[in-house]
């Protein structure tokens, strides 16, 4: 059973700040939900795919190496 002394233990030990009428609106929301069948539900499904804005275009593009790389190539050529 979720209780708003249970939230309020739990948000001091995280070192969280909250407003002191947020641990009792929890409790109250969460008195007629049954935590396991929350639970079992929440992980039967899996985690949901990340929704993306833009179509998926390959791989990014590569960075340019750091300027004394180049030069530790060349060298390596040139040996």
Avoid at 23 to 29: I, S
Avoid at 48 to 72: I, L, M, Q, V, Y
Wanted: proline share 11%.
């Amino acid at each position: 059973m979720v209780t708003e002394g249970k939230i309020n233990a739990l948000v001091k030990a995280a070192g969280v700040n909250t407003g002191p009428s947020w641990p009792g609106l929890f409790a109250n929301a969460l008195a007629s939900v049954n935590i396991g069948d929350l639970t079992r539900k929440a992980g039967a499904s899996g985690p949901a795919p990340a929704a993306s804005a833009e179509p998926d275009r390959g791989p990014a593009p590569s960075t340019p190496a750091a300027p004394g790389e180049n030069k530790k190539a060349e060298a390596q050529k040139r040996i």
